[in-house]
């Protein structure tokens, strides 16, 4: 009986993912629960994560992470390629997997003027949309996306990146047919199809002047017009030397004081070399991959991981001083090996910007980060 049972295990891979959980449990403190007085720790995960093709993500997510982001699967371009058509399957998924265990769930992104398919913008023979066709286009997506998920998807990026890095509104699609008012009625939209779930503005290099301020403005504008915006996802794609410690500082007070909260909604930590007067977010950026942009190609010295946990060490020393104020620190990725940064803004590179190695094996910043809390 016992060899039956033994060889069941193996053929199905349960006994790795057997051995692999009793190991964590034993040996691993709990991210979530070293931080449950503060703040949620959330992660964004990807398709194989989503579907359990991968067969250790679901052990890390439920003994480390209480919050979820989809990466990909609520985005526009993979929940409503085509006019009328949704496909729902990856982000089902995605929310029972969350409410089997009571994790707080945030849908991204509502509006953006990335992986947004073109037809959004047209009519069927090509042709810009009106303002009022646009309107009724958006609207439709929202309240069926956010009607779909209504009590099931705590929290929703409305409106990711509408800034430039001067602080005016980005020029996209949604500003050129809409005017400057299609912000305000995503939001108005969302609160109409959920008025229950908590509403975000979400961008990066918000901490940081003249983008800071514009963000800022932004909210109190919102509010003023009386529109609900629960909240600001920074997004926190950071470097190690970027941005300054005291910009996050002040700019998680700046936030506070508006009286949304104020989450860390991408988090990592790029610590190869950066292009020449590089340091944003923008997806449409690409570098050419040159040997000495690449320094780590076979693996992560002592010297750069002890960099690495150090300036996760100084965020989060930060981020402790704030538990009224940051509701979640969401990581853009579970392991290294995941991440966007491996391929991003230099295709081809080996990055290790996360807290869990390719193996899911935790790092000497994983420990830097648990540390800010044992003190």
Known sequence: MKTTFVKYLLKTGMALMV???????????????????????????????IMGTDSLAHLVLIK?????????AMKWERIHPLPGNYYFTLSDSLVSFAQRNGMFVTGHTLLWHHQTPKWVFEDTAGKPLTRDSLLAVLKDHIFTVVGRYKGKVQSWDVVNEALEENGSLRKTKW?????????????????????????YYNDYNIE???????????????????IKIDGVGIQGHYHLDFP????????????????????????????????????????????????????????????ASKQLADRYADMFNIFIKYPDIISRITFWGIHDGQSWLNNWPIRGRTNYPLLFDRNYKPKQAFYSVINTVKK
């Open 175 to 199: 500003l050129e047919i809409i005017g400057n008012d299609y912000i305000e009625k995503a939001f108005e939209y969302a609160k109409e199809a959920d008025p229950d779930a908590e509403l």
């Open 19 to 49: 051995i692999v959980s009793f190991a964590c449990s034993k040996t691993e403190p709990s991210l979530k629960d070293a931080f449950k007085d503060h703040f949620l720790i959330g992660a964004a995960i990807n398709t194989e994560q």
């Open 64 to 72: 480390h992470f209480n919050a979820l982001t989809g990466e990909n």
């Open 244 to 303: 300054v410690l005291a910009d996050i500082d002040s700019a998680i007070r700046a936030f506070g004081n508006l009286g949304v909260k104020v989450m860390f909604t991408e988090l990592d930590i790029n610590i190869l070399p950066k292009p020449e007067n590089f340091t944003g977010a923008n997806i449409s950026d690409n570098y050419e991959l040159r040997p000495e942009m690449n320094p780590y190609a076979n693996g992560l010295p002592d010297s």
């Open 208 to 226: 940081t002047a003249p983008k800071r301020d514009s963000a800022l403005k932004l909210i109190s504008t919102l509010k003023a017009k009386g």
